[in-house]
Structure formats: C-alpha cells, structure tokens
C-alpha cells in the first residue's frame, strides 16, 4: 500500500523507487576507504601503547608510568565520545560498557596505586587488539585476503590465550586472592574485582563470537 501512494505520488516506477532506496541505504553505509582510515588509526595507537607499556613494566618510572595512563585514558574517553559517529558494530552496547569499565578501571587503578596491576591489563588487551587492526585494514584493502585470514587466526590464538587464560589466571588470581594476604578488603577492593569481572565476561562475550567466525572460516569457507 505504501509503495503504491509512493508510485502514485512520484510519478515513478516500482522498480525506480525500489532502485531509489537501494542507493540511499548505500549512502549510509560507512565506505571501506572510511573503514580502513579508522582501522590503521587504532593500530598504531594500540602498537604505540603496547611499546610504551612494555617500556613501563621493564624500566618502571613513575613519571613514565603517569604519561601511559594518560595515554589510554585520553584514547578510551575519546572512544566514548566518538562511538555515536564512528562505524557502529553489532557489539555496539558491548562496547559502550567496556569503554566504562576501562575507564572506571584506569581512574581508580591510578588512584588506588594499583599502576603495576594496571599496566599489565592493558598490555594484554592491547596485545590482542594490535593483530585485530591489522586483520581489519587487510580485510578493507582489496587483494590481501590471504593476509587477513592469517592475521585473524594469529589474532583468535592470541585473544584466547591473554584474554581467557592469562586475564583470569594471572590478573583476577592476583587481585581477589593473592592480595588478601597483603591486606583486609576494603570498598576499592570489591569495585576494582568487579570492573575487572565485567571485563571478563565481555572477554567470554567476543571470545564466542571469534569462535563462531572462525568456524565458519574454517569449516564453511566463509
């Protein structure tokens, strides 16, 4: 019905008012030269920030330890701001909590003088998501499909091993229970575990989702 009163008003074909809202969908959708720019931005920030956290665990100075905090913290609020405009993802509600939870957890890790814990989680995340930008920059190029299938392998394997193995194991480990021999629990205590939880389940969140990819990748040919 509707598209009769659109035919009836324009003084135009079904098949050129279909045609019509075809191209103006398309005008919607992000190009991959857009993709792409977004894309190699993020790596070097994530390969820039890896480098510079690996300096702080192997060399820690607190004066270079407070310039890496601003760093991530200055990228995860810029994300905040920005996730309304950039390319909007499936995981668009997963990512707007993580943006929260990185930041909550970069302020009060600062704070609380929780800088080591601090640094080694976002060396891990960053580990990861170094491999995810440049997966996602050979997917948007065009003749670098070999490479992206590669990369996005290299990148499962990774994200695996740091975010559920490592993350839990090593991190979480530490925080809830190796540091009660330390000290007594307190507020910050309860708020620091449960941020690094909510992580955690976004972790088990994406973790399915790679899976799900990379069956379909291997299996399907997808």
């Known amino acids: 019905r509707e598209m009769v009163r659109l035919m009836v008003d324009c003084g135009r074909t079904q098949r050129q008012i279909q045609r019509w809202f075809r191209l103006r969908r398309n005008q919607d959708r992000p190009s991959n030269a857009k993709k792409f720019g977004e894309a190699a931005w993020r790596f070097c920030f994530y390969l820039i920030a890896f480098l510079a956290g690996l300096a702080c665990v192997i060399d820690p100075m607190e004066r270079a330890h407070y310039w890496y905090y601003m760093l991530e913290l200055g990228f995860y609020c810029s994300l905040l701001m920005r996730i309304s405009v950039d390319v909007k993802r499936k995981d668009f509600r997963e990512q707007v909590i993580h943006h929260f939870a990185t930041i909550f957890l970069l302020s009060f890790s600062y704070c609380a003088n929780y800088i080591r814990i601090g640094t080694l989680v976002m060396l891990l995340h960053d580990s990861s998501d170094i491999l995810l930008e440049s997966a996602k920059m050979f997917n948007y190029g065009s ?13 499962a ?8 193995v490592l993350f839990p194991s090593r991190i979480i480990y530490t925080t809830m229970v ?13 708020f620091f575990n449960v941020m690094l939880l909510v992580l955690q389940a976004l972790h088990v969140f994406w973790a399915y989702l790679i899976l799900r990819m990379a069956y379909k990748f291997i299996f399907l040919g997808k």
């Open 143 to 155: 003749g670098w499909r070999r490479a992206c299938d590669a990369l996005f392998i290299v990148f």
């Open 157 to 164: 394997a990774v994200f695996l091993v740091t975010r559920l």
């Open 178 to 190: 190796l540091s009660m021999e330390l000290f007594q629990p307190f507020a910050g205590y309860y």
